[in-house]
């Protein structure tokens, strides 16, 4: 999906939130929730368990935020968020876990000048080869900031498409990754919906399992084209 449809562009909202269900099934290695284009923006779980966001700028190149310590276990199904304003070059990234907001560090920064524009394919679970084993469920993506409240309540509700919805009309794009066949139908190893009504869904699918738990196991990566329509700086 072109991201510039998704979120808008630098002259409308300038903010971006994304929250999943996520488990990493494997030890010593970087997680991709959801990537925006060539590392432009990008949500992730590195290899020390550090939950992370990355923005790219005109000056200042790439910045990058990430929690003091290891927040997120092995094994274990959390709740993951992010919240960025990109409206303004002293905006940080806000990072939480299970509905806690919690402390972040900025490095190789600070931002400065123009958000850079967001380009090419977008993914989840994996970026130019990197991929790790790991559960996703529940991803949203919303082109604007939600509040503390708001993101406590997705983790406190299970919060499924239409509650999404409810929260904002700036919804962008929800991906359940659903074996239910009720609403648009189950989700698929060959493809996974995008529920918020929007219809952007994934163009391309590799080594991807839909459990009973509605989860993706995800080996390889889900593809979501042309990262500049949601974005459009």
Do not use: C
Not at 12 to 34: E, G, P, Q, R
Not at 43 to 54: D, I, M, Q
Not at 76 to 99: I, M
Not at 176 to 181: A, K, M, Y
Request: glycine share 8%; net charge negative.
């Amino acid at each position: 999906t072109r991201w510039n449809a998704l979120v808008g562009t630098g002259n409308s909202n300038s903010a971006l939130t994304v929250t999943a269900w996520f488990k990493s099934t494997m030890d010593n290695s970087t997680s991709y929730i959801v990537n925006f284009g060539n590392d432009d923006m990008a949500f992730f779980v590195n290899n020390n368990g550090l939950l992370a966001f990355l923005a790219t700028w005109s000056s200042g190149g790439s910045v990058y935020w990430r929690t003091i310590k290891p927040v997120v276990p092995v094994g274990q199904l959390v709740h993951v968020a992010v919240t960025y304003d990109y409206s303004s070059a002293s905006n940080n990234a806000k990072l939480y876990l299970n509905g806690v907001e919690y402390t972040v560090l900025e490095l190789s920064g600070p931002p400065a000048g123009s958000f850079s524009a967001v380009s090419g394919d977008s993914f989840m679970g994996e970026f130019d080869g990197n991929h790790s084993n790991q559960q996703l469920s529940n991803v949203g993506i919303w082109s604007k900031v939600l509040s503390s409240s708001e993101i406590k309540r997705i983790y406190d509700g299970g919060v499924s498409p239409t509650e999404a919805l409810s929260l904002s009309e700036d919804l962008a794009a929800y991906y359940q990754f659903t074996s239910d066949d009720s609403g648009l139908g189950r989700d698929t190893s060959a493809q996974i919906l995008d529920r918020s009504g929007n219809n952007r869904h994934s163009t391309a699918v590799s080594n991807v399992t839909i459990s009973r738990e509605d989860s993706a196991t995800l080996v390889e990566a889900i593809v979501f084209p042309s990262a500049s329509e949601i974005f459009g700086v």
